[in-house]
């Protein structure tokens, strides 16, 4: 199959720059389709990234060109180079090795707004729960690639933010990947209007270490124990892996659900 690059009939020449000779480039992670960051390119630029697959930009405050990464590590790996109706905007999909952001969050775009409520928000819901959009789950900036009642998985950026003094990722953020993807299955597979699900036992070895990237971490179903009246118990086993599959902690999570009724009589 061709390549977009084989394909595409964008060249430099054809794009529409602005009167400054640059043209804005929105950034986006090819798996997750996340919007990572945006920045100008000029025709010199564009010319490197398509040549060079990988992205460079043009600074307005430095006036130079720059190439995303070269002091952080972060690049980003090409996939694909779209361009707009318009051709004067430019979409680049990419690979991106460790965050986009500066602050050394995944992506630049981490801040909301505080929109206000409406009568009408319940017509936007869907159907699916968002599971990333939580607490400790959306601080990390874990993602969700896949999501079921028996198996799931999550993906976590490795920031500055999750690094021990030694610059590796720390135990305890592999731990609350391994964990959130574990309580994604367990959730998915409850009836929440009778139900609950709490985490009840972790056990985790690490085998290796990881300093920049991206983790991935699994959750498969091994066994369901019934416990009569006092719910069930749902052992799953779960895996943090590095981008190329290098195994980087394993172990088993212990889960249990518990019916409302039960855990009101267990509080009063």
Same mark, same amino acid.
């Given at each position: 199959?061709? @390549?977009?690059?084989?394909? !595409?009939?964008l060249?430099?020449a054809?794009?529409?720059?602005?009167?400054?000779?640059?043209?804005?480039?929105?950034?986006?992670?090819?798996?997750?389709?996340?919007?990572?960051?945006?920045?100008w !390119?000029?025709?010199? *630029?564009?010319?490197?990234?398509? +040549?060079?697959?990988?992205?460079?930009?043009?600074?307005?405050?430095?006036q130079?060109?720059w190439?995303?990464?070269?002091?952080?590590?972060?690049?980003?790996?090409l996939?694909s180079? /779209?361009?707009?109706?318009d051709?004067?905007?430019? =979409?680049?999909?990419?690979?991106?090795?460790?965050p986009?952001?500066?602050?050394?969050?995944?992506?630049?775009?981490?801040?909301?707004?505080?929109?206000?409520?409406?009568?009408?928000?319940?017509?936007?819901?869907?159907d699916?729960? +968002?599971?990333? !959009?939580?607490g =400790?789950?959306?601080?990390?900036?874990?993602?969700e690639?896949?999501?079921?009642?028996? /198996?799931?998985?999550?993906? !976590?950026p490795?920031? @500055?933010?999750? =690094?021990?003094?030694?610059?590796?990722?720390?135990?305890?953020?592999?731990?609350?990947?391994?964990?959130?993807?574990?309580?994604?299955?367990?959730?998915?597979?409850?009836d929440?209007? *009778?139900?609950? @699900?709490?985490?009840?036992?972790?056990?985790?070895?690490?085998?290796?270490?990881?300093?920049?990237?991206y983790?991935?971490?699994s959750?498969?179903?091994?066994?369901?124990?019934?416990?009569?009246e006092?719910?069930r118990?749902?052992?799953?086993?779960?895996?943090?892996?590095?981008?190329?599959g290098? =195994?980087?902690s394993?172990?088993?999570?212990?889960?249990?659900?518990?019916?409302?009724?039960?855990?009101?009589?267990? /509080?009063?």
């Amino acid at each position: 199959m061709a @390549s977009d690059f084989e394909t !595409m009939a964008l060249t430099p020449a054809d794009v529409k720059f602005n009167e400054q000779g640059l043209v804005p480039c929105i950034v986006q992670d090819n798996e997750t389709k996340d919007v990572l960051m945006m920045a100008w !390119m000029n025709a010199e *630029s564009l010319a490197l990234t398509i +040549e060079q697959r990988t992205t460079w930009f043009y600074s307005r405050s430095r006036q130079k060109l720059w190439h995303k990464g070269e002091e952080s590590g972060n690049t980003q790996e090409l996939v694909s180079l /779209r361009y707009d109706c318009d051709a004067d905007t430019l =979409l680049a999909l990419v690979r991106p090795v460790g965050p986009a952001c500066h602050t050394g969050n995944y992506s630049c775009f981490y801040r909301e707004f505080d929109l206000p409520e409406t009568e009408t928000a319940g017509e936007f819901e869907q159907d699916k729960p +968002e599971l990333t !959009m939580y607490g =400790l789950t959306k601080a990390l900036g874990i993602t969700e690639v896949e999501a079921s009642p028996r /198996r799931a998985v999550g993906r !976590m950026p490795v920031t @500055s933010d999750i =690094l021990q003094p030694a610059g590796f990722v720390h135990g305890g953020a592999t731990i609350s990947l391994l964990e959130s993807v574990a309580s994604w299955t367990s959730w998915l597979g409850t009836d929440h209007e *009778s139900e609950f @699900s709490f985490g009840s036992h972790i056990d985790i070895r690490h085998v290796s270490a990881v300093r920049k990237g991206y983790l991935y971490g699994s959750s498969e179903l091994e066994r369901v124990e019934d416990l009569g009246e006092r719910g069930r118990k749902e052992y799953w086993h779960v895996e943090a892996k590095t981008e190329d599959g290098r =195994l980087v902690s394993t172990g088993t999570i212990t889960t249990r659900v518990v019916s409302k009724e039960y855990f009101a009589k267990k /509080r009063s």
